[in-house]
């Protein structure tokens, strides 16, 4: 065993040993961002997991159990390479330091870092080297391991040359099968390409900005598309399960995202966690050729990894006034609007009801497609309200003065099956 590898395997005990050490990586108003650094371990294929929490001035009240915490603790797994992020667990902390409740992410969703966001920071922490205070006693300690190392190697030696026979090279170390196929994937593949709506990063260039998007080209169950045609079936009613819960608004470039930490939905016996909500305008979905001014489109993951995505068509309110029709789960993510491109806000103190985004009439469509974003994962359970929900002239207006339209265009049904409530 190298010296290297002994360097390795006691870095790792090493921390694991030291209780832990939080340090503030970023302030702001009402709150503080910190990480554990000795918390970091290897994680699966070349990520890393790491602790960190948010510290809030003040308690806030927890919607689940009534009562307040002060600290929210959260365990993520990041992807330094591609800048990525998945929460694994949160826990919140009493003001006394006690624990109020845990909750565990059966599917981590894998969200993409921006700079300058408390991810952004948390991601440059966590993927720079170790800091070098904890360096001079575990460098003592694998000089005390080297040590031990060589005189076992001395003690091989001398029994060797007693016995007057040639000491055999250790045979060379070959790469894993899997350690070699990842590099070879890696070398074959381009990075990728931030895409976007229009240009050469557009919906129809898509394919030639990662290999990773080849199915935005190739998938023969592509989203969205144009609902016509389709079956007038007796479809189970949704079971929304949606309720206030806390909430953080992000700009991923391209579209507003409001992630909500509460709720979900049940459907055919199968239940589905609400884990965030992609504005697009105008609508990607379109009725028998007929658009809408906006969509809210509310993502779902079941435990076994499964999606399902609920499809709100938006159209401003018919009286024309700069109010009239406005939506306060809308309003939610329009007040909380980060103030940098690329950046996020999370709310102290505020929730945010899903419910609200829904229209009083629960008929739908349903047809399994994709993601209407890269990478275009195909497998996606699709579910798209057939009444609209109003929104205020101002709302819409706000969004497109933010955004480019960001809509993709319809893609080719190919024969699938789609259904409506009759």
């Known amino acids: 065993m190298s010296v290297k590898i002994l360097a390795t395997l006691f870095l790792a005990m090493f921390s694991a040993a030291v209780p832990a050490a939080w340090r503030t990586i970023a302030s702001e108003q009402g709150r503080r961002v910190e990480i554990d650094r000795e918390s970091i371990r290897p994680g699966p294929d070349a990520s890393l997991t790491a602790r960190g929490r948010i510290v809030f001035d003040k308690p806030i009240v927890d919607p689940k159990t009534s009562e307040a915490y002060r600290a929210i603790e959260i365990e993520s797994r990041y992807d330094c390479a591609r800048r990525t992020y998945a929460t694994l667990k949160r826990a919140y902390y009493r003001e006394d330091d006690s624990l109020l409740r845990q909750d565990e992410a059966g599917s981590p969703l894998e969200m993409p870092v921006r700079g300058g966001t408390p991810d952004g920071r948390l991601l440059r922490e966590v993927c720079r080297p170790t800091s070098a205070a904890t360096l001079p006693a575990a460098l003592d300690k694998i000089g005390e391991l080297a040590g031990d190392l060589r005189k076992s190697n001395e003690t091989l030696i001398a029994r060797a040359v007693k016995k007057d026979r040639p000491i055999a090279s250790p045979p060379a170390r070959r790469p894993s099968a899997r350690l070699a196929a990842r590099g070879a994937a890696h070398a074959d593949s381009a990075p990728r390409r931030a895409w976007s709506y229009e240009g050469d990063t557009g919906p129809e260039h898509w394919r030639a900005l990662s290999p990773d998007y080849a199915v935005c080209a190739n998938g023969r169950r592509q989203s969205p598309i144009d609902l016509r045609d389709a079956f007038a079936v007796d479809l189970e009613p949704i079971r929304f399960l949606y309720q206030p819960a806390p909430f953080r608004v992000v700009d991923t470039g391209p579209l507003l995202r409001m992630a909500v930490y509460g709720g979900g939905i049940e459907l055919l016996g199968k239940s589905y966690r609400l884990t965030h909500v992609d504005f697009h305008s105008p609508s990607e979905f379109t009725i028998a050729g007929q658009g809408f001014d906006m969509e809210a489109q509310l993502f779902h993951r079941a435990d076994d990894g499964g999606q399902a995505v609920v ?38 103190g505020l929730s945010v009801d899903p419910n609200l985004l829904l229209p009083a009439g629960r008929g739908y469509f349903t047809f399994m497609g994709s993601l209407t974003a890269p990478p275009c994962t195909e497998g996606v359970l699709w579910m798209v309200l057939r009444q609209p929900r109003q929104i205020s002239p101002g709302q819409s207006a706000m969004f497109q003065r933010l955004y480019p339209p960001n809509a993709r265009p319809a893609q080719p049904a190919f024969g699938r099956i789609v259904k409506e409530s009759r």
């Open 311 to 348: 499809s709100i068509l938006l159209e401003k309110g018919e009286k024309g006034g700069e109010k009239d029709g406005e939506n306060p789960a809308v309003q939610a993510a329009l007040n909380n609007l980060p103030l940098e491109k690329g950046g996020e806000s999370a709310p102290p």
